[in-house]
């Protein structure tokens, strides 16, 4: 029997399509695994779903009644929960109080019943015990690590006794212990009849909780199989449309003898004793597990967090950067996937999208316009970059193209060190074969690239090294004929404390 | 040229038309008051509005710099700023020619450094502007009185007096020609130097500019320190207007400037809008404040009708993006 | 730990949650000085005069906190005063002065400031519009009501039994203690109402809230309904007080609300802080320019004394409150 249904959904923001027809039906008492690529509208198809967005085309039906919520108090009420890829906590509250923020135990007296609101909190937070460190219910969220607040969100959703749970990710920032938690959870739920919706990237939980998957790309659902039917290879050759080559090559591996960057033994925040020769015109790959200390080290090698120890040298000097700014005068560029909060500057022409960059490395005063539009504009056509005018707003444009002036931003700057931090993230196919192939020519003219990468098959592509990270130290540097996606996983995984 | 202004004209395509709709609203006010009260729009009192909606327009425009700055920015110093630029203006001067481009300098300099003060507590102590500009207010309120002892002194030059009040050339005062001039330079900065561009980013999003190699402090300290000395040259000017200081001179100001920025179409929540609009927007209040009392409204009506137009104008300007998106 | 263990124990202090306590230590310390520089400061009639004085900015910067709790502002506060003020003294003078008189002129005045936050809340709330400029323009159609009603000041009185009353005692307590007890009781039963929790989450993030599915655009308006109901409370004591009607009474109420709630250690980005803070930053700044008044300084330098205090005491508000939100 269907609970819930959607059918044919649509839904655009500004340039951006977020989906274009969408199918889902969930059946009754089961687990429905969605799967896609970043940025195919999975989020997006959930808020529908919740009234948190309101869809432009397309119907929500509720055991087979037509539905609009028009807010999640509509859908909390009609027994929909969800979790929020970006969760939903308030910070400046405590545990308990975002816990049973919709409904907060209560008196005779018809006030807020602390002391009951307090003991269901630490009963809630005891399914996790021992999983999630010494957090109570009077902690703020304010204080919480990644992973307890994905907890805490799991647990809000609970504290309703939702028929339907639509679950974005949640298990994103979770350790092991804490997903067996989980999923112990979500047995039981389903043992109680309830329907779920459940959003993952890790592939062998798809297939250790799924009952049936549908797999989402660009916008589209575009099948929907039962797990028992089918297989990763499947799943995955769905999810990408065709199975992707590797890029034809045109370079040779770079020699040796010239390094552009050194760095030796440096650490910072989430990263200790990394040291690598960058050479000239070569690609380095970091690789292993998200969140291994990538992201920290590229952005303290651009002086975009705390200053690194141990010592870095950019074409044979000393390089210390004290911000951004020092980094780009050296030559140094880095490109953020997270571009909503690193990238655009969303109500702003693709022009000074552009150029922003440029005006730190060209220290003059006056923009001459046409000069630069010229140059910027032969930078776009490099990136094969569709937009209206360089006069369009920038969030005017799809995803995609907005990457590529985010990157085109550092381009333009002729750098000589690019430092990528997952650039691809959440951009479609197309736009990322593209970039690809600039990474390539650039090579070839002697820039040299760190490329962090969340998709180990994009880095196997195109790195020449890979330098595989795991709790924030590189434990293995593959190398010619040892980069193979084995090698890669067997040192991300390798003795796994975390 | 054509393709090079076609080329050149930014920001988003809402705030082109806004900009079209505040010049329509401009002329259907002055046909309104034309209608209302014949000579209403002769040219004498179009110059003379002209000069009192650029008294306007100058503080505005330091407004309008830090609103673009994101963050929350606004300054509601301006008003403690204006009186004091006057009374620097008016003591250093004393109603002599020779006196007056000191005046000027000292008076630039003195509002320019308490607007960095404004700056620095906003960029370094992380205050909301809001409660920054506030307390300075307060502040300057206490200083106008320690300089004054409580008794306004100083006058305005004849000079110039002359320059806001009395006809140049074409029968147009000086001030209006400066006025256009700075104007003019405001809207090339913002378009075309690369500071206007670094205000843009970091009103539009901070991360990514500091990303970009932009100073965000640095530009944010700037932006209320040119704030506080656009406000101080308003002072100067408005010691010209009127000939002599008294202590509440500039209060009059602070939520005009703020209205006129927002109505001609800059986001309070920065990174979007321009000069121009400023300007029309500084104009426009102006011939509603004027229609009004022509119309020999009594004070009580003037506020209640200028209230609701702010308010009809919010409708059109001021929105807020919706929850449910 | 986190089993029944902790539940039982006491609820953990949280210096974020009680971020009234720095102004609280700013309170004491300046008590101590105002009592060197005036021996009778803890006399009781002088207390009870100070406190009269204070009360039209508690009761203000209580309803002022509401709104900015909420992560709004409201910069119509002081016309709302003059507003009511206005409405309730012509009533009252109208009807003849009689305690039905004084009743009418009451209920209109709490109606009228009721009135004005809802129109100030659907502005903001329902129809989105920009907080400060919206509340800037109520605002100015608020002051040009009271102009209307009453043009000048001082021509129009409250009756006699007004001004009695609010300057007498009951049970030897005086009125003002009897009423500020009964406004404390209110806010304490709010403070512990699912509303005022939604009305911390919708301050405290906005599109969280929403997701999480709370009423978010009808707390909004009831902040600002609350707050115009605390603001006419405010102009009946100040019309307890003068007695009179002014149509230009309450302008300086909306900038120093502002400053006694930032005092307080309540967060103008919302969900941080809460009424008690906001209570003593009103009193703090009676208190200030007392000090600065006892301890004989210069007149002129009285207002820069007393400006640069309160800056500092901004900042150290601001300070306070930044704990939570981070
Ligand atoms: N509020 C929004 N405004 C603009 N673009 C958005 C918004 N929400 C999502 N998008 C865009 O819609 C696309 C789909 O996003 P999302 O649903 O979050 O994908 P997924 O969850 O599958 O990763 C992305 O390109 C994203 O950038
Ligand atoms: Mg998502």
């Known amino acids: ?10 839904k655009r923001f500004g340039g951006v399509v977020a989906l274009a027809g969408a199918n889902l039906e969930l059946a009754a008492g089961e687990v429905h695994v969605l799967i896609g690529a970043n940025g195919c509208g999975k989020s997006t198809l959930c808020k529908i779903i919740t009234g948190s967005v309101f869809a432009d085309r397309g119907t929500i039906r509720l ?127 389903r043992r109680e009849g309830r329907s779920i919706i459940f959003i993952s990237h890790r592939m062998d939980e798809v297939f250790r909780i799924g009952d049936r998957v549908t797999v989402f790309r660009n916008g589209e659902s575009v099948a929907t199989m039962h797990i028992a039917d ?29 390094v552009a960057m050194r760095a030796e033994a440096i650490g910072g925040t989430h990263f200790d004793d990394v040291s690598f020769d960058l050479r000239r015109g070569e690609i380095l790959g970091l690789g292993g597990l998200h969140g291994q200390g990538q992201s920290s080290l590229l952005r303290a090698l651009f002086g975009a967090d705390n200053a690194f120890s141990g010592s870095v040298a950019v074409g044979g000097e000393v390089y210390r950067p004290r911000g951004p700014r020092d980094a780009i005068r050296a030559g140094v560029a880095y490109v953020s996937g997270d571009r909503g909060r690193d990238g655009v500057f969303p109500v702003r022409p693709v022009f000074e999208n552009f150029v922003a960059a440029l005006l730190t490395r060209r220290r003059r005063a006056r923009l001459d316009r046409r000069a630069l539009s010229a140059e910027v504009g032969a930078v776009g056509d490099r990136l094969k970059l569709r937009a209206a005018s360089l006069d369009a707003l920038i969030s005017e444009l799809s995803g995609g193209n907005q990457q590529k002036v985010v990157i085109g931003r550092w381009l333009v700057n002729e750098p000589r060190i690019l430092l990528l931090d997952d650039p691809t993230k959440g951009i479609d196919l197309n736009t990322k074969s593209d970039l690809y192939r600039i990474l390539d020519e650039l090579c070839m003219e002697g820039v040299s690239v760190v490329f962090y990468s969340s998709e180990e098959r994009e880095l196997l592509a195109n790195a020449d090294r890979i330098a595989v990270f795991n709790g924030g130290r590189v434990v293995d540097l593959l190398e010619g004929e040892r980069v193979s996606e084995l090698n890669l996983y067997r040192a991300a995984f390798a003795a796994e404390g975390h | 040229m054509s ?43 179009v110059i003379y509005l002209l000069v009192t909606a650029s008294l306007l327009g100058f503080v505005a425009a330091g407004q309008n710099l830090v609103i673009l700055g994101g963050r929350e920015g606004i300054d509601l110093s301006v008003g403690g700023m204006i009186s004091l630029g006057a009374l620097i203006a008016g003591n250093v001067m004393d109603a002599s020619n020779a006196a007056i481009l000191p005046a000027l300098l000292a008076t630039l300099a003195g509002t320019f450094a308490l607007g960095a003060v404004n ?11 809001l409660v920054m500009t506030l307390g300075m207010y307060g502040v300057i309120q206490g200083l106008l009185i320690v300089i004054t002892r409580g008794v306004p002194s100083g006058r305005a030059a004849p000079m110039l007096s002359a320059f806001v009040n009395e006809p140049l050339v074409l029968g147009i005062p000086g001030i209006l020609f400066a006025w256009a001039a700075f104007a003019a330079f405001v809207i090339w900065m913002l378009r075309s130097t690369a500071f206007g561009l670094r205000i843009y980013a970091i009103g539009a999003n901070e991360n990514a500019a500091a990303l970009s190699g932009v100073a965000i402090r640095r530009t944010r300290v700037l932006l209320f320190a040119l704030s506080g000395m656009c406000a101080g040259l308003t002072g100067f000017l408005v010691l010209g207007f009127s000939g002599n200081v008294f202590i509440g001179v500039g209060d009059q100001y602070m939520l005009p400037s703020i209205i006129a920025v927002v109505i001609g179409g800059t986001s309070l929540a920065g990174g979007i809008g321009g000069h121009h609009g400023t300007v029309a927007g500084a104009i426009v209040l102006v011939l509603l404040q ?14 209640m009708i200028f209230g609701g137009t702010l308010l009809l104008l919010m409708f059109f300007y001021g929105r807020q993006q919706r929850l449910r998106v | 730990m986190t089993g029944d263990g902790q539940s039982q124990a006491r609820p953990r202090f949280e210096f974020r949650r009680n971020t009234w306590i720095l102004a609280a230590g700013f309170l004491a310390l300046l008590c101590a000085v105002n009592y060197f520089l005036q021996d009778n400061f803890f006399e009781p009639g002088v207390m009870v005069s100070n406190l009269t004085t204070f009360t039209p900015l508690i009761l203000i910067a209580i309803g002022q906190t509401y709104v900015i709790l909420a992560s709004d502002i409201d910069l119509s506060v002081g016309a709302i005063v003059s507003l009511v003020n206005v409405v309730t003294v012509s009533i009252m003078h109208h009807l003849g002065g009689d305690a039905l008189a004084v009743a009418a002129g009451i209920g209109a005045g709490v109606a009228t400031g009721l009135a004005a936050g809802a129109a100030n809340g659907l502005c903001v709330a329902a129809l989105r519009f920009q907080p400060i400029i919206t509340t800037f323009a109520t605002g100015t159609v608020f002051a040009g009501l009271a102009l209307w009603i009453l043009p000048d000041a001082g021509t129009v009185q409250a009756p006699e039994p007004v001004w009695r009353t609010y300057s007498a005692s009951f049970v030897g307590v005086p009125f003002v203690i009897w009423s500020l007890g009964v406004v404390a009781l209110g806010c304490w039963l709010y403070s512990r109402s699912r509303p005022y929790l939604t009305l911390m989450a919708v301050g405290g993030n906005i599109r969280a809230a929403f997701g999480s599915g709370l009423p978010v655009m009808r707390t909004r308006i009831a902040g600002y309904v609350i707050c115009g109901l605390f603001c006419s409370l405010g102009a009946l004591a100040l019309t307890g007080e003068t007695a009179t009607g002014d149509p230009l009474i309450g302008i300086a109420f909306t900038l120093s609300s502002i400053s006694a709630v930032v005092l307080g250690g309540t967060a103008l980005s919302g969900g941080v802080g809460g009424v008690l803070g906001s209570v003593l930053g009103a009193i703090l700044l009676g208190l200030i320019s007392n000090v600065i008044f006892f301890a004989g300084t210069p007149f002129e330098y009285q207002n820069l004394i007393q400006g640069v205090i309160v800056l500092v005491a901004l900042a150290g508000g601001v300070f306070v409150s930044r704990g939570g939100a981070r």
């Open chain 1, 230 to 258: 089918t297989d990763k290879d499947e799943v995955v050759e769905k999810m990408l449309g065709t199975r992707i080559e590797a890029v034809e090559r045109r370079r040779d591996a770079p020699k040796a003898a010239d």
């Open chain 1, 63 to 189: 055991d087979g009644r037509a539905m609009r919520f028009r807010t999640p108090s509509e859908a909390a009420r009609a027994g929909v929960g969800v979790f929020y890829q970006e969760l939903s906590l308030i910070p400046q509250l405590t545990v308990a109080e975002n816990l049973f923020l919709r409904r907060p135990p209560r008196s005779r007296a018809g006030l807020v019943d602390r002391r009951r609101l307090r003991r269901e909190a630490s009963r809630a937070l005891e399914r996790f015990a021992g999983a999630i460190g010494d957090i109570g219910p009077d902690h703020l969220v304010a204080d919480l690590s990644a992973d307890q607040r994905q907890v805490v969100e799991i647990l809000k959703v609970l504290v309703d006794e939702p028929r339907v749970i639509l679950f974005d990710e949640p298990t994103a920032a979770l350790d092991n212990r804490q997903v067996e938690v989980f999923f112990d959870l979500v047995d039981a739920l």
């Open chain 2, 3 to 45: 393709a090079a202004r076609e080329r050149t004209r930014s920001g988003p395509r809402w705030y082109r038309h806004s900009l079209v709709l505040t010049l329509a609203i401009i002329v259907v006010l002055f046909a309104a008051g034309e209608t209302l009260s014949p000579g209403f729009a002769a040219p004498g009192q």
């Open chain 1, 1 to 10: 029997m269907t609970v819930l249904e959607a059918a044919d959904v649509h």
């Open chain 2, 119 to 129: 700056g620095l507590g906003v960029t370094f102590l992380r205050i909301p502007p």
């Open chain 2, 290 to 303: 004027s229609i009004l009392t022509t119309l020999n409204i009594d004070p009580s009506g003037r506020a």
